[in-house]
């Protein structure tokens, strides 16, 4: 999927041929613009965080997001009445135009193969990325943290499912 820009749209003069520009946009089936050609859309920054980190903690040997103080933090708010778990926490995305660049802390569950874990949430982030918003994810860099150790009194965030 590629992103769409914008197009412009000059109504052809009376008796004269429309540009070679609002052909291309037009759609013969439907005998008017294509939608593509009919506004702007842009993604920011905040909602590819939320879907990078939804696919991240998709992928099994995840245990959580985020630093150790961002987990801490996170973990006292969600502790609080009406506190939600941050879908975003540990995750940086720079969106442009087309493109987007991705940055993820993670800890990894003890047991699991590091390198394959972080090369499955780098699949399953660019493809939810690439699917949801149509941006070519150029780079998905991944932070490994911590891992996660059963019965480890340090690690005083519990596990996001």
């Not at 909602?47 to 245990?63: L, S």
């Not at 987990?71 to 995750?91: D, K, L, N, T, Y």
Request: hydrophobic share 35%; proline share 6%.
């Amino acid at each position: 999927m590629t992103n769409l820009t914008n197009a412009t749209f000059r109504p052809a003069a009376e008796g004269h041929r429309p540009s070679d520009e609002t052909t291309a946009q037009h759609d013969p089936k439907r005998g008017a613009l294509s939608p593509e050609s009919r506004g702007r859309t842009t993604i920011a920054d905040t909602v590819a965080a939320k879907i990078a980190g939804v696919a991240a903690r998709e992928v099994p040997g995840i245990h959580n997001l985020g630093s150790g103080m961002a987990r801490a933090i996170g973990g006292v708010r969600e502790r609080m009445p009406g506190g939600q778990p941050s879908a975003s926490r540990g995750v940086s995305v720079e969106v442009g135009e087309r493109q987007a660049a991705v940055d993820l802390d993670v800890v990894v569950d003890y047991g699991y193969p590091i390198t394959e874990v972080a090369a499955e949430v780098r699949t399953n982030v660019i493809a939810a990325l690439e699917r949801m918003t149509g941006l070519e994810v150029v780079e998905v860099n991944i932070s490994v943290n911590d891992v996660d150790i059963p019965g480890d009194e340090d690690d005083d965030s519990e596990r996001v499912e």
